[in-house]
């Protein structure tokens, strides 16, 4: 078992940056592909970015490529996610995740652990 938490939310205007940082504790985040999910208000949970166990292989949502970047840090036990070129559309409450797979999954099925999730918004 591993326990998430998120920290890095805040608030920024369009256009800024911020980096959110995912800590697992329990078992070693090595174990897990990561993931970063988000749900708006009134909206549905989606996918933004997941990494593989090594960090070699990662994928994105289509509406944060080219902007995000996800990373980890295994002997840290820490799963980043770069934010930049922010978006009043980014606004939401993002969420980590861990899945017990050596696949890189978009879909939140698989996830089997999530954080408590960090609030970010983005003014315009």
């Known amino acids: 078992q591993v326990q998430l938490v998120e920290s890095g939310g805040g608030s920024v205007q369009a256009g800024g940056s911020l980096r959110l940082s995912c800590l697992a504790s329990?078992?070693?985040?090595?174990?897990?592909?990561m993931g970063w999910f988000r749900q708006a208000p009134g909206k549905e949970r989606e996918f933004v970015a997941a990494?593989?166990?090594?960090?070699?292989?990662?994928r994105y949502a289509d509406s944060v490529k080219g902007r995000f970047t996800i990373f980890r840090d295994n002997a840290k036990n820490t799963v980043y996610l770069q934010m930049n070129s922010l978006k009043p559309e980014d606004t939401a409450v993002y969420y980590c995740?861990?899945?017990?797979?050596?696949?890189?999954?978009?879909?939140?099925?698989?996830?089997?652990?999530w954080g408590q999730g960090t609030q970010v918004t983005v003014s315009s």
């Open positions: 995740a861990a899945a017990n797979t050596i696949l890189v999954v978009t879909t939140d099925a698989p996830f089997r652990y």
């Open positions: 329990g078992r070693t985040v090595s174990s897990y592909t």
């Open positions: 990494i593989s166990r090594s960090g070699g292989s990662t």
